[in-house]
């Protein structure tokens, strides 16, 4: 699988402080990668270095197959940035703040009615195509923020706490926004303190705490490494549940061709029991502050 974001012993120092320390990452293309740890692990630090924001102190980072520190003009060609803080001016309409960061990637005027069109319609705004920035909602200006950071059709998107502040329906709706940028072969990553949430939306996470990575991988494969497997229930017709240990989703598949192929059981559940992200970022992480 090619790799879309590439970190290879990535640090960053401020004095004595590592805000982010030997980290290694890999981040596959076309995937929803959500970066996940405790206010301080790094993960802000870790998304400025990328977007080229920031200089590491050493290490090697790689996006979309160009350096951020010796080529940011490429991988800012390359990259959609939404920061934590918005940053959205307020003296202009929607359609002039989009117009503004087309101009700023240096898009032709002819392309910027149908781009802006487009994008409105992506993020569901376009109502507010002539409303001053100023009179938006949070969730609203979070909208307006990731069509920015899509006006250059990036193939890298970095959300850095997207579904800060918004309400339950806003944070559905963007849930499914995120689907579809997968869709159109967009590679995501994303941090949020709402791991309910971050384990519907994420294809693979890494947990970070006080700088270090602690794990990383699909869900239930870091689940799997911990606990040397996960639970899968099974009821039968006529209501028996029986209870089961696999590890990977091979022995999954197998074990269910086994019972119906192979034993003719009538199974009418399977499904996999066992701890979610929740319970998997508390098991990995201690508490640490930076």
Not at 49 to 58: F, R, V
Not at 254 to 278: K, M, Q, S, W
Request: glycine content about 12%; hydrophobic content about 40%.
């Amino acid at each position: 699988m090619t790799t879309a974001v590439r970190t290879v012993a990535l640090t960053k120092r401020y004095g004595k402080l590592a805000a982010v320390d030997d980290l290694d990452l890999e981040v596959p293309e076309g995937s929803v990668f959500g970066l996940i740890g405790p206010n301080g692990a790094g993960k802000s630090t870790t998304f400025a270095i990328l977007a080229s924001i920031l200089s590491p102190t050493s290490g090697a980072v790689e996006v979309a197959g160009f350096d951020p520190s010796l080529d940011p003009r490429s991988v800012r060609r390359h990259l959609g940035y939404m920061p934590d803080v918005l940053g959205v001016y307020d003296n202009l309409q929607v359609d002039e703040y989009l117009e503004f960061f087309a101009a700023a990637h240096g898009l032709r005027r002819s392309s910027w009615p149908g781009l802006i069109d487009g994008l409105l319609e992506l993020v569901g705004l376009e109502v507010k195509r002539e409303a001053m920035v100023e009179s938006l909602s949070r969730g609203m200006k979070q909208r307006l923020a990731l069509a920015r950071a899509l006006v250059h059709d990036p193939e890298v998107l970095v959300l850095d706490e997207p579904a800060s502040g918004l309400d339950p329906r806003a944070r559905v709706e963007l849930r499914t926004l995120l689907g579809e940028l997968r869709a159109m072969g967009k590679t995501v990553v994303i941090s949020s303190h709402i791991l309910t949430e971050m384990e519907e939306m994420c294809t693979h996470v890494a947990i970070m705490e006080a700088g270090r990575l602690l794990a990383a991988g699909q869900p239930g494969e870091i689940g799997d490494r911990l606990r040397g497997g996960h639970g899968v229930v099974v009821r039968l017709a006529g209501g028996e549940i029986q209870r089961y240990t696999v590890t990977g989703e091979q022995a999954q598949r197998e074990l269910l061709h086994r019972l119906v192929a192979d034993e003719g059981l009538p199974v009418v559940e399977f499904r996999e029991e066992g701890a979610g992200l929740e319970e998997l970022f508390m098991e990995v992480t201690e508490g640490k502050l930076q």
